[in-house]
T-cell receptor, first 111, second 112 residues
Framework: EADIYQTPRYLVIGTGKKITLECSQTMGHDKMYWYQQDPGMELHLIHYSYGVNSTEKGDLSSESTVSRIRTEHFPLTLESARPSHTSQYLC??????????FGAGSRLTVL | QKEVEQDPGPLSVPEGAIVSLNCTYS??????FMWYRQYSRKGPELLMY????GNKEDGRFTAQVDKSSKYISLFIRDSQPSDSATYLC????????????FGKGTLLTVNP
């Protein structure tokens, strides 16, 4: 049973729209991450957080932003979506020891 | 040169076969090595986790790490159709706050 939840699972929107991808975990993990996954490509870290009010950009540059106001919640926002943002976005959390628990992903398509 | 190289496959084997999946890496600072399994339209799930060199066995799965060759492997014995998935290797540096570097993943199909 998944302890990390992502919504929406699938989203198709038009260019210029603002979108928020939600991620919540019930495990009380301090560390949370957003990865981007394109077909046939590596997962790339785009944002991470070590705790409430802590956010950092990852290795892959992204126009998205994140916030961490509550331990269990780590939403990702795109202010103005473009076709280049079409991808799968995976949220993960960790209590430590390099063990990440991933959500099922949010597949975004921007037309 | 990418930090982690993984043959994307696809790899197709008959049920019962022994499967060998491999990754090479260039960063000698990597100390933690993981294999994740990802079913279609799902997020990755941790399958095996090893620290430094050596072998680790869990049921039908064996993970090997050879730091001198910068090479890691995952072996699946008596493969089953339910093993059909994409297998991702991942690794991290000590003190990196659990930021993982992933391979591209190998798509495995086990045919009944």
């Amino acid at each position: 049973e998944a302890d990390i939840y992502q919504t929406p699972r699938y989203l198709v929107i038009g260019t210029g729209k603002k979108i928020t991808l939600e991620c919540s975990q019930t495990m009380g993990h301090d560390k949370m991450y957003w990865y981007q996954q394109d077909p046939g490509m590596e997962l790339h870290l785009i944002h991470y957080s070590y705790g409430v009010n802590s956010t950092e950009k990852g290795d892959l540059s992204s126009e998205s932003t994140v916030s961490r106001i509550r331990t269990e919640h780590f939403p990702l926002t795109l202010e103005s979506a473009r076709p280049s943002h079409t991808s799968q976005y995976l949220c993960a959390s960790s209590s430590g020891a390099n063990v990440l628990t991933f959500g099922a992903g949010s597949r975004l398509t921007v037309l | 040169q990418k930090e982690v190289e993984q043959d994307p496959g696809p790899l197709s084997v008959p049920e019962g076969a022994i499967v060998s999946l491999n990754c090479t890496y260039s960063n000698s600072a990597f100390q933690y090595f993981m294999w994740y399994r990802q079913y279609s339209r799902k997020g990755p799930e941790l399958l095996m986790y090893t620290y430094s060199s050596g072998n680790k066995e869990d049921g039908r799965f064996t993970a090997q790490v050879d730091k001198s060759s910068k090479y890691i492997s995952l072996f699946i014995r008596d493969s089953q159709p339910s093993d059909s998935a994409t297998y991702l290797c991942a690794m991290s540096v000590r003190g990196s706050n659990y930021k993982l570097t992933f391979g591209k993943g190998t798509l495995l199909t086990v045919n009944p």
